[in-house]
C-alpha cells in the first residue's frame, strides 16, 4: 500500500507563493513511480496540475500553471513537491498528490494514477 501525505498549503494572497511538499511513508519509495500533482476546485473535475518522471529530468505541466509552478522529487528524502509562484485567485483549490506506474507513461489523466494523498488547501485571495 502506497501511502502519501501532503502538506504546505494555506491562505496566500495573489502574486504570493508556496511549496507544497508530498511525502511517501512506510515502506514506499516514490523512485518507483512517475509522481503527478492534480487540482480540485468546488464544483469543478478534479485537474492536472503537473507530473514527474521518476528521475526526475522529464516533467510536465498544465498550460494554466507553466511558467508560475515547478515540481521536483528527491527520491532520498521520498518526497515530491510542488512550487507555486505567482499564485492567482483561480488556482484556489486542494491540492492533490499521486503516485502511477509503470514508469514508462506519463499520463495527465487522473484515471491513470493508482495511489493518492489526502489533499491540501490551497486559498488565494485577491
Known amino acids: 500500500q502506497v501511502q502519501l501525505v501532503e502538506s504546505g498549503g494555506g491562505l496566500v494572497q495573489a502574486g504570493g507563493s508556496l511549496r507544497l511538499s508530498c511525502a511517501a511513508s512506510?515502506?514506499?519509495?516514490?523512485?518507483?513511480?512517475?509522481m503527478g500533482w492534480f487540482r480540485q476546485a468546488p464544483g469543478k473535475e478534479r485537474e492536472f496540475v503537473a507530473a514527474?518522471?521518476?528521475?526526475?529530468?522529464?516533467?510536465l505541466y498544465a498550460d494554466s500553471v507553466k511558467g508560475r509552478f515547478t515540481i521536483s522529487r528527491d527520491n532520498a528524502k521520498n518526497t515530491v513537491y510542488l512550487q507555486m509562484n505567482s499564485l492567482k485567485p483561480e488556482d484556489t483549490a486542494v491540492y492533490y498528490c499521486?503516485?502511477?506506474?509503470?514508469?514508462?507513461?506519463?499520463?495527465?489523466?487522473?484515471?491513470?494514477?493508482?495511489?493518492w494523498g489526502q489533499g491540501t488547501q490551497v486559498t488565494v485571495s485577491s
Open positions: 499521486a503516485a502511477h506506474s509503470p514508469l514508462t507513461t506519463m499520463p495527465l489523466d487522473a484515471r491513470e494514477y493508482n495511489y
Open positions: 512506510g515502506r514506499t519509495f516514490i523512485s518507483n513511480y512517475v
Open positions: 514527474i518522471s521518476w528521475g526526475g529530468r522529464r516533467t
